[in-house]
């Protein structure tokens, strides 16, 4: 990168930190700490709440999402607006009403301790393991991308949102949250329309190209519990994905849990709702554009070039090489077939439409096999070695064709939107951590201010735990994907304990804590034997579903515990 980006890269991560441990150092009890002096209006908590969603993952992997799947990932989030009507309405006036610092009190008063403590300790465990992905999986990338030590970028990110986490908690995280919602927001509108200020093409023609090469696929109404995103996913299994995390995520539920009234905090719920979806149609297009433009300009094989360095001076480079000239010649066969497809648009001819989908269908599977090659290479010199290189495009494509300035621009929309969802982690970790088991449990009746020098201290450790777990991290497949399959993992059974809270009022503490073990056993041998048969029955089941199931099973079986109690019911 140039002067000027570096530049433009710190100068933006400086002020970003520096204005939230200046407008917020000092909070002097618990109160102020941890719910921010109650004062946020409706638009800081509906984009705190964007931001604490929109982690660096989604700026990264969504685009290389789109480049290879499409836009149907859009209809992962067709439920939100749903979800949150349903907070609004259900979990929001309980909330305020009991006056909580966080979701798992409510559970005590509706149920026992051992059930809030049960449904804060699954919260610790996800969100935790959530934190070190969410600084690994831009760490990982940018590290390659800037050539930094992968050690010293995961430091780097965790320090950074350390340093104003625990200094001004969670006022700190709302109000940075705000520049770092422009930041990332600007800076890829920016990107979207360089993007398509390069196409050699109109914008007209590159819908079109879009279209025929299947890249526009918004809605499928196809029923498949093995699809990941369907329209019906994206209302049943996600719906219920958004109830819990919205709901019973203390790392989102403390975001409007600052708000100054019922209402403020209703109306940011609401404006995440109507919001997100158009925000994620924007990314995912962009990313859609970035493939309309390789269709012109020939991509790279593998658009992780340090895997592609490490063939260089092996035995492999050779058979490298050919390969690319292989994917080259595919290439520019492709580029002929896309502009006789433009005319037969242009003529409307629909017979010679067809015949050149088929042709580019033949040269793009002739390209993922040299790929798939390039990718055996890789595994050959390096077992290790990762071969997936989706979350690689859109970056690989800003660092290639766009301009100095952008360049640092784009970089410090990664890095801000690392830094705003890991900071919304931190404090909900520290925040859970000293309300739910360090005052409750531990430490009872000690003074504000002690439980606020806690709350900082926990902030610390759950940084250092992420941090660690960063630095030993795996690449998944896919970063977005595998954020959001931890969450299904452990949503299901949380989401699960609210609802019978909320609905099922003759269920008892004892059968709800004994029927969140057993859903969770059960969604955990679904995941781990998903693809294969568990008890003699075949499980092919997308991981969205499992919030569904487990939140339908645990109200399931905590009635069933319920009625075989056969003990007096407290009205």
């Known amino acids: 990168m140039s002067v000027l980006d570096w530049s433009i890269l710190f100068g933006t991560l400086t002020v970003i930190v520096g204005y939230g441990v200046y407008k917020t150092y000092g909070p002097k009890d618990m109160e102020k700490y941890l719910k921010g002096g109650n004062d946020m209006n409706w638009w800081t908590i509906g984009l705190s709440i964007m931001a604490t969603q929109a982690s660096a993952i989604t700026f990264l992997s969504t685009p290389g999402q789109a480049y290879s799947d499409g836009m149907r990932f859009i209809q992962f989030y067709f439920g939100l607006p749903v979800a949150m ?23 005590e008063s509706r149920f026992d301790l051992k059930t809030r403590t049960l449904a804060a300790c699954l919260f610790l465990i996800q969100r935790g393991l ?72 109109t914008f007209t023609e590159a819908l079109h190209v879009a279209g025929k090469m299947d890249k526009l696929n918004i809605v499928n109404f196809d029923f498949d519990l093995s699809d990941r995103y369907n329209f019906w996913s994206g209302m049943t299994g996600a719906l219920f994905l958004f109830l819990s995390y919205f709901g019973t995520d203390q790392s989102q539920v403390q975001r409007y849990l600052t708000g100054s009234s019922l209402t403020q905090s209703r109306m940011g719920l609401m404006m995440n709702g109507f919001l997100k979806i158009p925000m994620q149609f924007v990314i995912l297009f962009i990313g859609v554009m970035v493939f309309v433009f390789y269709q012109f300009f020939q991509p790279p094989v593998f658009f992780n070039q340090v895997q592609v360095d490490k063939l260089k001076q092996t035995e492999y480079w050779d058979k490298y090489q050919s390969l690319e000239e292989d994917y080259k010649t595919k290439f520019e066969s492709k580029n002929i077939e896309i502009y006789a497809l433009l005319d037969a648009v242009k003529a409307n001819d629909e017979e010679l439409i067809e015949t050149s989908k088929e ?20 595994l050959a010199n390096d077992p290790l070695g990762e071969t997936n290189d989706t979350d690689y495009v859109f970056m690989r494509f800003v660092m290639d064709y766009l301009p100095k300035g952008i360049i640092g621009l784009l970089f410090a929309v990664i890095f801000s939107a690392a830094m705003s969802s890991t900071a919304s982690e931190l404090n909900a ?12 449990s531990m430490n009872k009746n000690d003074l504000s201010r002690h439980y606020m020098y806690s709350s900082r201290w926990f902030t610390v450790l759950w ?20 954020v959001n399959l931890l969450g299904s993992l452990f949503y299901g059974t949380i989401l699960g304990i609210f609802l019978v809270a909320f609905f099922m009022k003759w269920v008892r503490g004892h059968a709800v804590f004994v029927a969140a073990l057993i859903t969770e056993a059960v969604i955990l041998l679904i995941h781990f034997n998903n693809g294969g048969q568990l008890f003699g029955v075949s499980i092919n089941i997308g991981y969205l579903w499992y ?3 487990g939140s339908l099973l645990l109200m399931a079986v905590a009635a069933i515990i319920q009625l075989f109690l056969k003990r007096p019911l407290k009205e």
Do not use: H
Not at 135 to 162: D, E, H, K, Q, R
Not at 429 to 440: E, G, M, Q, V
Not at 469 to 481: D, K, P
């Open 130 to 201: 959530a934190a070190g992905i969410t600084i690994y999986a831009p760490a990982i990338i940018l590290s390659t991308l800037l050539n930094w030590n992968l050690t010293f970028t995961n430091i780097f990110i965790g320090c950074l949102v350390i340093i104003y986490t625990a200094s001004g908690g969670t006022k700190a995280v709302s109000i940075t949250q705000k520049q770092q919602m422009a930041v990332m927001m600007g800076g890829m509108i920016l990107a979207g329309i360089l993007v398509i200020q390069l196409l050699p093409v």
């Open 463 to 482: 940084g250092v735990f992420a941090i660690l777990f960063a630095t030993y991290a795996t690449l998944f497949e896919n970063l977005i994907q595998a």
């Open 359 to 378: 042709r580019i269908k033949e040269e793009s599977k002739g390209q993922e096999a040299i790929r798939t090659e390039i990718k055996s290479l890789i």
């Open 547 to 549: 919030n569904a199931i």
């Open 85 to 107: 009507i349903i907070l609004s309405v259900f979990f929001l006036p309980i909330y305020y009403k009991l006056k909580v610092y966080t979701a798992y009190e409510f559970l």
């Open 429 to 440: 970790l520290a925040s859970t951590t000293t309300i739910d088991i360090y005052k409750r």
